[in-house]
């Protein structure tokens, strides 16, 4: 047994030595969450997107500004002010300067929306508040507010949908100003969420199960079986077998050494996840646990797996890149993956990662079962059986003589 | 020429012998398409929201005449509303909508934590319209959106697609440097091959030479790829995207250069390059758009050479548009890093002894 917790301590500290394996493995992860958190955890709130608009107001008559227009142009421009210390403000907006030419403004700002440089151009048109009082009082067609934008672009498109929200909620004021619309008669609007979360779950508590079972895989399917196809290739393991050292006692030991990297990732993740992004989801459940555990064994015996199917490291890497990108991004450890076509379905449905990761959101109440609980637990399961089979009859402790 | 034609196809086996750099320079990207093409629907992209509706009771025109006005919004009805429910849970919905006559109820997937915030932003645009509609108002303001952009039907995905491209020939160039050349070195491949007649020169052109071939079948398929089974359009200007491929290749092939001259080890030059690209990977725009990054993102974002990779490739696949002088610009630069290193490269990196 004293040899076994001692290969499991090399096994641990020789990974922590490892630059490559201590960043993949242990810091990758860890950048990841915080990348995606930064991004989509913020996703439509504000203070955190800034998108560059131009603005141009054309609705001036002898008598001066339009009404409507200058409302309008209140609006936007009180969108770019920041919303509370230390926060964005969701537009920049830029203005024709005093005395510059409107028409050329246009011309110019069209051409950089187009470059890709300006996310949407707004342009109150000409007898724009003479419509809009026309359509206030039911006599014509609502005023038009020119958005000028780029479809293909993305950040265009999200700058556009809020100039179409802006124009709702300004609708309904203008309306409810003029005494036409009457908020005791509002449609009522609900929302409820279906299933058994019943509220919004945070992005970060979604991500973080997710970026531990990751960090659990792709240890299991890269540094297990690395691991053990370098040491096989490089005759490191043969000098093991001239030592009264069991080919089992090196298993446990190294399979020890790698549940012992997986508690580290997995406890760094948690950290960063609580106390850097405030991630509320908690893991000290029964069932999470088995979750957890199950994972860390089926990655260990998938990395054996590989180990026993690959004749040389470097076929066991390419099999393990081979398998670690399509598995990793369709068991919906990022993103919810729905809607695939049958053959990229079928890698869901045999991927363990995918069962795992059902199971443990489920427990953790961030996510919905889509399949029944025991297959969460049963094809996992059974992939460690397999694995146990193949690597007992293929897998080679050392070079082929 | 004769030798270097030797030596051009020594790389060539040796570059297809290499299980690793074969897969990350022409299967990763394939890979990617593929799996992003199906998982978001390929042309269609993100922006489509599946609206379930079940309606209580009778028919109603203005909502039937509302629904049927949403832009990006596809509609399918229910006879139940446990099916609906079921379906949204499923996934198969995003967006469920429940009305009874008087009450508009919007039922949501709680855990759809991306596509979350999109969904909400449908339901309101959605609930705003009708309530106009039943009190028989109709807009003061409406917004009339113009598309100065592409006249191209892509989404989202259209402009993946080449961020996917750029970041292969990045990959591509760096690996060649940091990965290949290193790798050479750190084995005593170098010095042998130095004590021989051929120059440093002859040996780092074939290698270029190989990972600019492979560069361009590696994001010519992808292309391919993306346009025949997700019907992607493109618009691509062979010209500028054979010179593009080139100069993001010969210049990521400078950025390993610096790579493989600040990592002291050559071995863990590649690991660093690996690092540096996945890194870039997730800040350059090529999954989603730099603006809905916080502020010191972006700002790392706009260090990134990948950003204007991207940038390039989209105008040259046709998807998006760039001012020509920021297009020669950047190509001006990506060759400048290229040229501008291969004598530090040939005098430094390709060198006898470990450093």
């Known amino acids: ?401 | 020429m004769k030798a270097f034609r030797e030596l051009l196809w020594t790389q060539a086996r040796v570059f297809l012998r290499d299980k690793i750099a074969l897969f990350f320079t022409l299967f990763f990207p394939v890979v990617f398409i593929l799996i992003f093409g199906f998982v978001w629907g390929g042309a269609e992209g993100p922006g489509m929201v599946t609206l379930g509706v079940f309606i209580v009771g009778e028919p109603d025109p203005v909502l039937d005449e509302v629904l049927s006005s949403q832009a990006g919004v596809s509609v399918q009805t229910y006879n139940d509303v446990a099916r609906l429910e079921e379906d949204i849970a499923r996934r198969k919905v995003g967006l469920g909508l429940v009305w009874d006559g008087r009450t508009l109820l919007f039922l949501q997937d709680p855990t759809r934590v991306q596509e979350g915030n999109a969904l909400a932003q449908a339901a309101r645009g959605i609930a705003a319209e009708i309530d106009l509609r039943r009190q028989g108002l109709t807009p003061v303001v409406a917004v009339e959106r113009v598309n100065v952009g592409r006249a191209l039907g892509g989404g989202w995905f259209s402009m993946v697609v080449p961020g996917i491209m750029a970041f292969s020939a990045l990959f591509s160039g760096l690996l060649a440097v940091s990965g290949r050349i290193t790798q050479m070195k750190e084995r005593g491949l170098l010095d042998r091959l130095l004590v021989t007649p051929m120059s440093s020169t002859a040996l780092l052109v074939s290698i270029a030479t190989v990972r600019l071939v492979v560069g361009f079948i590696s994001t010519s398929i992808t292309l391919g790829l993306a346009a025949v089974l997700f019907r992607v359009e493109f618009d691509v200007n062979w010209g500028l995207y054979t010179v593009f491929v080139l100069a993001a290749t010969l210049g990521s092939m400078g950025l390993g250069t610096v790579i493989a001259l600040l990592v002291r080890r050559p071995g863990s030059a590649s690991t660093v390059a690996s690092i540096a690209a996945q890194i870039m990977l997730f800040l350059s725009g090529v999954y989603f758009p730099v603006e809905i990054m916080p502020a010191f993102l972006r700002a790392l974002s706009a260090a990134f050479p990948l950003t204007y990779m991207v940038e390039g490739m989209r105008y040259v696949t046709g998807v998006a548009d760039l001012s020509p002088t920021r297009f020669a610009l950047i190509t001006a630069g990506l060759l400048v890093v290229g040229f501008g290193l291969f004598p530090v490269l040939s005098r430094y990196v390709v060198s006898v002894g470990r450093r």
């Open chain 1, 1 to 401: 047994m004293k040899a076994v917790f001692r290969l499991a301590r090399l096994s641990f500290v020789a990974a922590l030595r490892e630059k490559e394996t201590l960043f993949w493995f242990v810091l990758f992860p860890l950048l990841l969450l915080s990348i995606l958190t930064l991004v989509f955890g913020q996703l439509g709130q504000e203070g955190k997107m800034n998108f560059r608009v131009a603005l141009a107001d054309l609705d001036r008559g002898p008598s001066g500004r339009g009404q409507f227009a200058a409302v309008v142009e209140e609006v936007f421009l009180s969108l770019s002010v920041p919303p509370g210390p230390g926060k964005e403000p969701l537009f920049t907006v830029r203005q024709p300067a005093p005395g510059e030419d409107e028409r050329q403004f246009i011309l110019e700002q069209t051409e950089a929306v187009r470059l890709g440089r300006v996310a949407v151009l707004i342009v109150i048109p000409e007898g724009f508040s003479a419509a809009a009082l026309a359509a206030l009082s039911g006599s014509g067609p609502p005023a038009l507010l020119g958005v000028y934008g780029s479809r293909g672009d993305a950040a265009s498109g999200m700058a556009a949908t809020i100039v179409d929200q802006v124009a709702a909620r300004l609708n309904r004021e203008l309306l409810t100003v003029a005494g036409l619309y009457r908020s005791e008669e509002a449609t009522a609007v609900r929302t409820e969420w279906v299933g058994d979360t019943g509220a919004p779950v945070a992005y970060v508590d979604f991500l973080l199960p997710g970026m531990v079972l990751m960090g659990f895989f792709v240890a299991g399917l890269f540094s297990v079986s690395g691991t053990i196809l370098f040491s096989r290739d490089m005759k490191i393991l043969r000098r093991y077998w001239v030592t009264p050292l069991r080919v089992l006692q090196y298993f446990g030991g190294f399979s020890l050494g790698y549940l012992a990297m997986c508690v580290l990732q997995f406890a760094l993740l948690v950290l960063v996840g609580r106390f850097g992004f405030g991630a509320s989801v908690t893991f000290a459940q029964p069932l999470a646990v088995v979750y957890l555990v199950l994972g860390a064994v089926t990655f260990l015996a998938l990395g054996f797996l590989v180990a026993s199917l690959a004749k040389t490291a470097q076929s066991g890497m390419a099999i393990a890149n081979l398998v670690n990108m399509p598995v990793m991004f369709l068991s919906g450890l990022f993103f919810p993956v729905a809607s695939l076509p049958l053959f990229l379905r079928v890698i869901v449905l045999v991927s363990p990662l995918n069962y795992v990761a059902e199971g443990l959101r489920f427990s953790l109440g961030t996510g919905q079962l889509t399949v029944p609980l025991t297959l969460t637990l049963l094809v996992p399961l059974g992939w460690i059986g397999l694995s146990v089979l193949v690597v007992v009859r293929r897998l080679r402790w050392d070079v082929a003589r």
